[in-house]
């Protein structure tokens, strides 16, 4: 394979890897951070405690979670088809990944809440607050910083996933990696594909703990 | 004092968590421009009659009434009372991500929806009061615990409440500390403010108090002007629970 070509191929590779990812995870978020603000407050000792909420979220996301990507990738396709139109292709795949981040990132979200101190909660409850402020600025506010973590993990973790829809044709660096390497026997674009891969990873996750740092007022500068 | 208005008042309340009766038939009413002081052992229910009077605790019996109006269980009334009633806890409990102005500033801008400038001067002359000016843009973790407990009292001023109340907010400061904390809270009834202060410090509750209100095992055991129940408190109990902030020298042989 000349070279040029190959370079040109890991480009569009990245950047489909990034389309699927970026999008995912925001829509993941779209759909997680409320669940997991809900499965705060409706827990025992949240907010608003409602246990026959929390226990339907609670079941929900555990089957969600406990199904592993690659079967559920296959398991919606009919599911994808109709949303998209088709069930292969990079924007397809945007589908099973999004359903694969919501309930992590719900769990991830409400575990950072759940950090944030009840007494300053209560503090500001007892100065008239209502739901939506204490949801919005205090909980939310106080978690942010964990919750920056979060947004790191599950983009980490979803970038993981987006490489594993390679194998049914989901687009993107994992595409390429499986097509040549493992098809073709061409160790060489897969190795380089997978570096791509790698260092993507740590881009991420070095550019999260920094912002995370950054807006963390409890220590630091 | 009895001719004052009645600003808050709880009325034969019980208290219970799961079987047990934390508050049993307890009634207790605050004037305007009254110092109550509540003193008694630990767990006797001190900080729970604070909770219940600004609507953070849910009660079995009785009923709690602001101004005359009976304070019920919907939102908007006990949003209304919580306004009224300002809270200042034992560990402070400021937002730790935001600034000892924004502190101040947010409950008088996001529930009473006053105008954030007028809002912000005043918290600037109220941080001036207590000598905290230059920390304005810091955050709670760069003070020290006496400067974050007077940033709280300030807070709580912000909302222009009726009626301030105060749990323990010198048990968790180092003793050089307590002063300057206990300082804002006598300028605090010079002023005339009304207050409903708990406290394990004897000598402040003497000087500050109009009336002492002496709590055990949820009971009000006996209720007094503070140099009736200091210097000559009625029942055994009380005596015994003075007695215990006193040393007897040692005798060596
Ligand atoms: N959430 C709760 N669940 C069960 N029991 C509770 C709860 N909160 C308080 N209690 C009990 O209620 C009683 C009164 O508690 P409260 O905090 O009002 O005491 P206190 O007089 O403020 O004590 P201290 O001087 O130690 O602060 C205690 O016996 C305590 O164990
Ligand atoms: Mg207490």
Redesign the pocket.
């Known amino acids: 394979m000349i070279f040029k070509d190959m370079m040109t191929m890991l480009a569009e590779g990245t950047r489909d890897t990034l389309y699927m990812v970026l999008i995912s995870t925001l829509l993941g978020y779209v759909i997680g951070l409320p669940l997991g603000i809900l499965l705060t407050i409706s827990d025992v000792d949240g907010i608003s405690p409602n246990k026959v909420l929390y226990k339907i979220l609670d079941i929900i996301i555990n089957i969600t979670r406990s199904i592993p990507f690659l079967i559920l990738l296959i398991l919606i396709m009919p599911f994808t088809k109709l949303v998209v139109g088709k069930s292969y292709g990079t924007t397809a795949t945007i589908v099973p990944l999004t359903i694969a981040a919501a309930p992590l990132i719900a769990r991830m979200v409400e575990s950072s809440l759940k950090e944030v101190d009840k007494g300053v909660i209560e503090a500001a409850f007892s100065m008239g607050a209502g739901g939506f402020t204490i949801i919005w600025k205090v909980m939310v506010t106080e978690a942010r910083t964990s919750l920056l973590v979060g947004v790191t993990i599950a983009l980490g973790t979803i970038l993981g996933y987006s490489a594993m829809a390679g194998v049914i044709g989901g687009g993107g660096l994992g595409d390429i990696a499986i097509r040549y390497g493992y098809y073709r026997y061409e160790t060489g674009v897969m190795i380089v594909t997978v570096a791509v891969l790698v260092v993507l990873m740590q881009v991420l996750q070095w550019a999260g703990m920094l912002i995370s740092k950054k807006i963390d007022r409890r220590r630091g500068k | 004092m009895s001719k004052r208005e009645e600003i808050i008042r709880v009325d034969h309340i019980t208290k219970r ?2 079987e ?1 009766a ?1 508050l049993d038939d307890f009634s207790l009413s605050v004037h305007e421009g009254e110092v109550v002081v509540i003193v ?1 052992p ?7 009659i604070l909770r219940i009077m600004n609507g953070l605790e849910p009660i079995q019996k009785g009923e709690v009434t602001y101004r005359g109006e009976k304070v019920d269980g919907k939102l908007g009334s006990i949003t209304r009372i919580r306004e009224k009633v300002g809270m200042v806890f034992q560990s402070y409990e400021l937002f730790p991500h935001k600034t000892i102005l924004q502190n101040i500033m947010l409950a008088s801008i996001l529930v009473q929806k006053r105008d954030r400038r007028e809002v912000k001067e005043e918290a600037l002359q109220l941080l001036a009061r207590v000598g905290l000016s230059e920390k304005k843009d810091a955050y709670p973790r760069q003070l020290s615990g006496g400067q974050k407990q007077r940033v709280a009292i300030v807070r709580a001023l912000a909302m222009h409440p009726e009626v301030l109340l105060f749990d ?1 907010v010198t048990a968790a400061l180092d003793p050089e500390m307590v002063r300057e904390v206990l300082d804002v809270l006598l300028s605090l009834a010079k002023e005339g403010k009304t207050m409903v202060i ?1 406290t394990h410090e004897m000598s402040f509750a003497k000087a500050v108090a109009d009336r002492v209100i002496f709590l055990d095992g949820g009971h009000m055991e006996e209720e007094g002007t503070a140099s009736e129940f200091f210097d000559h408190p009625k029942t055994e109990r009380a005596k015994q629970f003075l007695h215990t902030f006193t040393y007897d020298k040692v005798e060596r042989e």
Do not use: A, L, P, R
């Not at chain 2, 630990?42 to 729970?48: A, E, I, L, R, Y």
């Open positions: 968590y799961d047990n934390v008694g630990s767990g006797c229910g001190k900080s729970t323990e708990v």
